[in-house]
């Protein structure tokens, strides 16, 4: 029932940053939980950020926490994710997802996600 669409990945040398933008297609988008995941070649997909329905809630992973900042929009249907300082590690496809009623951490949770943004840090 939920469309999500990524956009705003890119290449950046380490400590620039990035807005990635994440938009919704469907009802109820403010019932719903959304994440940011992502990738990296070889590894596990990993949680970046989450945000509860209502933008009241908000979680960041320890890798992240002072760099990323997660919000959401539900006038526009749209999440967004803030990176600063951007590391080379930071390197990998990001994922936004979707998850009714809450967030949460584990992406095999999640009922809806985009096709993902391909974000490069690298000197």
């Known amino acids: 029932q939920l469309m999500l669409v990524e956009s705003g990945g890119g290449l950046v040398q380490p400590g620039g940053s990035l807005k990635l933008t994440c938009v919704a297609t469907?009802?109820?988008?403010?019932?719903?939980?959304m994440g940011w995941f992502r990738q990296a070649p070889g590894k596990e997909r990993e949680f970046v950020a989450g945000?509860?329905?209502?933008?009241?809630?908000?979680y960041v992973s320890w890798f992240a926490s002072g760099r990323f900042t997660i919000s959401r929009d539900n006038v526009k249907d749209m999440a967004y994710l803030q990176m600063n300082h951007l590391r080379e590690d930071d390197t990998a496809v990001y994922y936004c997802?979707?998850?009714?009623?809450?967030?949460?951490?584990?992406?095999?949770?999640?009922?809806?996600w985009g096709q993902g943004t391909q974000v490069t840090i690298s000197s």
């Open positions: 469907g009802p109820n988008f403010s019932s719903y939980g």
């Open positions: 997802a979707a998850r009714w009623n809450d967030y949460a951490t584990t992406p095999e949770t999640y009922d809806y």
């Open positions: 945000i509860g329905w209502s933008g009241g809630s908000r």
